[in-house]
């Protein structure tokens, strides 16, 4: 079974930046599955960051240009690089598959900025 550990969370200051691990165990197919999700209080979980069919990575608007998501095969993770924070990036961040049917999720890792 498919396990997903995210970490590296905290508060930051508004402008600062974050970098989250998605540690992923039990063989998934693929990291490239893995997608960064988060959940703004009182909100949905909102898909913010996975990999294209063609391999490349895609961000939700509010995020495209201040996100980058990479992997590191050798430690198994996927990771979510995060700068020029804002309130609004405020959330607990998750790790799953974009599409298809999930894996169980994880506990998230929170986020907190302060403006």
């Known amino acids: 079974q498919v396990q997903l550990v995210e970490s590296g969370g905290g508060m930051v200051q508004a402008g600062g930046s974050l970098t989250l691990a998605c540690t992923v165990s039990?063989?998934?197919?693929?990291?490239?599955?893995i997608g960064w999700y988060r959940q703004r209080a009182g909100s949905g979980r909102d898909l913010v960051a996975r990999?294209?069919?063609?391999?490349?990575?895609i961000y939700e608007e509010s995020v495209r240009g201040r996100f980058a998501m990479f992997t590191d095969v050798d430690k198994n993770t996927v990771n979510l690089q995060m700068d020029k924070l804002t309130a609004e990036d405020t959330a607990v961040y998750y790790c799953?598959?974009?599409?298809?049917?999930?894996?169980?999720w994880g506990q998230g890792t929170q986020v907190i900025v302060s403006s």
């Open positions: 799953n598959r974009a599409s298809g049917r999930r894996f169980p």
């Open positions: 039990g063989s998934p197919s693929s990291l490239d599955e």
């Open positions: 990999i294209s069919v063609l391999g490349s990575p």
